[in-house]
């Protein structure tokens, strides 16, 4: 027991009656200096009786804190309990529930990028807006020999290189959403991303493997001046498929549109664009040509066999990679 641990100068005094004497409106730090004027804190004063508080027939408790105590001493059956120890984490309070699946519309760099996609796009349409209208005025008209052809500037050939890596992240994407909804969601990748960098890859690929073909057979058998009109064709057909294509990503990954609409709308978009293929290398090469029948050899070779094989490739790919349960 502790001794008295203050002294009055009246014993009859008590805070209350002190703090009575004081006026209703009497400041905290005036309540304050009265008690302290009647009453004063004196020695205080330890008990030196022995601790009683331990078993009958036991010796008195040990100081836990004492670093001569055995270990024994410190251990016992609540000694890792959290709640023994509020300090230690005490668990997951009820049941863990399923996890959240995968969307698209919720992954921060997929939105990151479309969106610096779209940035760049309008940045890129605002400063080279009189070339597209100067390329789609061309497109349907055949110039004359002779004719002066007007060059591409750097900065209309960057925006077509930009529209075309834009193509080819776009189909990337639109195959991506396809493998998470017909061939499966678990990969043997670390990240989604690596499955979506490697579909990039194919894509950009098979653009460079056509226009690889289409260099050297068109080299070996037609004209300089042909094959200039056919790189800007199709590089012109090439950066609008990804302009085309750019609203339907956005559909599937914001607004849920279904699998077999985007097949929908995805199969009429490239209709379009073998249709305006096959239109500009007949107005270029074949328009003089007796032999039709050249064309659609010409056309099954560099157009239809390579995007066959680009999609084997894709779903070849994907299914490698799934995991098999």
Sequence with gaps: MQGDTVSLKHTSITPRMV???????????????????????????????????????????????????????????????????????????????????????????????????????????????????????????????????????????????????????????????????EIGDTFVLQSQYQLIAIFLAITVGYVLLKAFLYTVVNLTFFNSKKNRQWNKALLFIIAMEGVLLFPLVILQAYFNMSTQNVLFYFTLILIFVKILTFYKSYVIFFRQNVVSFQIILYFCTLEIIPLLLFWVSLVLTANSLKVKF
């Design 19 to 181: 703090l009575s004497w004081l006026p209703r409106n009497a400041t905290p730090a005036q309540q304050d200096s009265a008690i302290q004027a009647h009453f004063k804190p004196s020695e205080i004063h330890w008990s030196d009786r022995p601790d009683t508080l331990h078993l009958p027939g036991h010796d008195k408790g040990h100081n836990l804190l004492d670093i001569q105590l055995p270990q024994y001493y410190r251990e016992g059956f609540f000694s890792k309990d959290s709640l023994f120890h509020p300090e230690l984490p005490g668990g997951r309070v009820g049941v863990a529930g399923d996890p959240v699946p995968y969307s698209v519309h919720s992954d921060n760099l997929i939105t990151s990028l479309l969106f610096g996609a779209f940035i760049l796009a309008i940045i890129s349409l605002s400063n080279a807006r009189g070339f597209i209208i100067r390329q789609a005025k061309t497109f349907f008209y055949q110039s004359h020999e002779g004719t002066t052809e007007v060059s591409e500037t750097a900065t209309e050939l960057r925006f077509q290189g930009f529209l075309v890596f834009l193509t080819c992240f776009l189909t990337s994407l639109l195959f991506y959403f396809y493998t998470l909804s």
